[in-house]
């Protein structure tokens, strides 16, 4: 599962077209990569702006979106090719709903061992196999 974690001053991204657009795009990282779309969560956190601080300080005016990425379905290839290619995605997906409108942000990516996962009850099946193609074809966990 790719868990997004996006805090961000109340106020933005309030409307469901807002959260859902940005999701969809998110999803999209990872759907190209052939893993399920309901593996993809992604929260909004709204937070009071006051309390949002950046070095200690309160925000000078722009919004500051902070996004915590866990990755655990696939784990990268520890190679710098693999990782700017990742960050890259991550950065286009950002574009149209963070930087074009001006907020500044930060994110950073965990990934989590794969063999302590698991969706309602069930360990999600190996990367690229037949039972995790179903699973995408029926956008949920179903037992193999």
């Given at each position: 599962?790719?868990?997004?974690?996006?805090?961000?001053?109340?106020?933005?991204?309030?409307?469901?077209?807002?959260?859902?657009?940005?999701?969809?795009?998110?999803?999209?990282?990872?759907?190209?990569?052939?893993?399920?779309?309901?593996?993809?969560?992604?929260n909004?956190?709204?937070?009071?702006?006051?309390?949002?601080?950046?070095?200690?300080?309160?925000?000078?005016?722009?919004?500051?979106?902070?996004?915590?990425?866990?990755?655990?379905?696939?784990?990268?290839?520890?190679?710098n090719?693999?990782?700017?290619?990742?960050?890259?995605?991550?950065?286009?997906?950002?574009?149209?709903?963070?930087?074009?409108?001006?907020?500044?942000w930060?994110?950073?990516?965990?990934?989590?061992?794969?063999?302590?996962?698991?969706?309602?009850?069930?360990?999600?099946?190996?990367?690229?196999?037949?039972?995790?193609?179903?699973?995408?074809?029926?956008?949920?966990?179903?037992?193999?």
């Amino acid at each position: 599962m790719p868990l997004w974690q996006i805090y961000h001053p109340a106020g933005l991204y309030e409307d469901q077209e807002s959260k859902s657009s940005f999701a969809k795009d998110i999803t999209k990282i990872y759907t190209k990569i052939g893993l399920p779309p309901f593996y993809v969560v992604v929260n909004f956190i709204p937070l009071p702006k006051e309390d949002i601080l950046v070095g200690g300080e309160p925000s000078n005016g722009t919004p500051f979106i902070r996004i915590v990425i866990t990755n655990i379905a696939v784990k990268m290839p520890e190679t710098n090719e693999t990782y700017t290619r990742f960050t890259s995605s991550v950065d286009a997906v950002l574009k149209p709903h963070i930087a074009d409108k001006g907020y500044d942000w930060e994110y950073h990516v965990a990934e989590t061992e794969r063999r302590l996962w698991k969706i309602n009850g069930l360990i999600p099946p190996p990367w690229k196999s037949e039972e995790e193609a179903r699973w995408a074809e029926q956008n949920r966990p179903v037992p193999y």
